[in-house]
């Protein structure tokens, strides 16, 4: 199974642009790249998710690289309701869904 | 608000108890999961179910034992857990499993905060 390497934390002005980081240097053609975000006390919720092109909703973006060995999501506008543990996932066979230690950001004022 | 709903949302129990934590959605979605979260850590995947049926246990003691009644209920029944059992037990759920690879993103409960004593 590919496993994801990320920043353990982050931080990012209120107002900016959030742009985190993911390694998934071991990933194969057919395996998706998933992001979520985990709010204390709440369950992950769903941001975005991409297979070999950029992809954009309403949340954020997600740029893959051509290789598709890394990949970064953009919150374009990081509020306060941001900071949260961001998790790059990648879906292994199965429909495992693994998730890594994930970054921490915080948005400050 | 989710649309995966988990109750109860605390729960304490000895060690000697049994109990269950229930999971509903109304997606319709035929694929679902139960996850363990510790303080501080990763959610770790314990079962997948597809179409009602077991496809993974990710090695989970026996104490731990699942069942998905039909595909909008998943249940996880306790019996003599230990005090390091404690954690944020999460539901999830999705569309189906296409070829082995999931395609369609995962629902998430907010969770049952389960504390053994």
């Known amino acids: 199974d590919a496993k994801t390497t990320q920043p353990t934390s982050m931080d990012c002005a209120e107002g900016r642009a959030a742009n985190l980081p993911c390694n998934h240097s071991t990933i194969s053609g057919n395996e998706y790249v998933y992001w979520y975000r985990q709010i204390h006390s709440q369950g992950p919720q769903y941001i975005i998710h991409g297979l070999k092109n950029n992809e954009t909703n309403e949340m954020a973006s997600l740029i893959i690289t051509e290789d598709r060995k890394s990949s970064t999501l953009i919150l374009p506008h990081a509020t306060l309701r941001d900071t949260a543990v961001y998790y790059c996932?990648?879906?292994?066979?199965?429909?495992?869904?693994?998730f890594g230690q994930g970054t921490e950001l915080s948005v400050k004022p | 608000d989710t649309e995966v709903t988990q109750t109860p949302k605390h729960l304490v129990m000895g060690m000697t108890n049994k109990k269950s934590l229930k999971c509903e959605q109304h997606m319709g979605h035929r694929a679902m999961y139960w996850y363990k979260q510790k303080a501080k850590k990763p959610p770790e995947l314990m079962f997948v179910?597809?179409?009602?049926?077991?496809?993974i246990n990710e090695s989970v003691p026996s104490r731990f034992s699942p069942e998905c009644p039909n595909s909008s209920l998943l249940n996880l029944h306790l019996h003599a857990l230990q005090p390091e059992d404690s954690a944020l037990y999460l539901c999830?759920?999705?569309?189906?499993?296409?070829?082995?690879?999931?395609?369609?993103?995962?629902?998430f409960g907010n969770g049952t905060r389960l504390t053994v004593t």
């Open positions: 996932i990648v879906s292994a066979q199965g429909g495992k869904l693994i």
């Open positions: 179910y597809s179409y009602e049926k077991l496809s």
């Open positions: 999830a759920s999705s569309q189906e499993i296409l070829d082995g690879q999931r395609r369609s993103p995962l629902h």
